[in-house]
Nanobody, 124 residues
Framework: QVQLVESGGGLVQAGGSLRLSCAAS????????MGWFRQAPGKEREFVAA??????????YYADSVKGRFTISRDNAKNTMYLQMNSLKSEDTAVYYC???????????????WGQGTQVTVSS
């Protein structure tokens, strides 16, 4: 059974940084495309960033709202994906989810496996 476990969320002041981690186990591998999504209260889940498998070159994608501030990466040896978040804004406050193995387009909210989410709160 595939499991994705996020960590690294918390409370940070605007302008600060956090690094989220997503540890994968039970069947995911470096051959899976993976992504980060977030959901703020009262809003739909939205795409944040994604990274293709190593076989496809580890290509990265970002939502316009985070481009230049967030960096997605993966360590295949550790089966872990990361999201480095810098220059955080209050509008980045949300529950952040990692996901693996998209069912379609890598930026769409249609993945096979999801983590339980980690809360990120940015105070202004």
């Amino acid at each position: 059974q595939v499991q994705l476990v996020e960590s690294g969320g918390g409370l940070v002041q605007a302008g600060g940084s956090l690094r989220l981690s997503c540890a994968a186990s039970g069947g995911t591998s470096s051959s899976d495309d993976m992504g980060w999504f977030r959901q703020a209260p009262g809003k739909e889940r939205e795409f944040v960033a994604a990274i293709t498998s190593s076989r496809l070159g580890g290509i990265t994608y970002y939502a316009d709202s985070v481009k230049g501030r967030f960096t997605i990466s993966r360590d295949n040896a550790k089966n872990t994906m990361y999201l480095q978040m810098n220059s955080l804004k209050s509008e980045d406050t949300a529950v952040y989810y990692c996901a693996a193995r998209p069912n379609g387009w890598i930026m769409a909210v249609e993945y096979t496996y999801w983590g339980q989410g980690t809360q990120v709160t940015v105070s202004s």
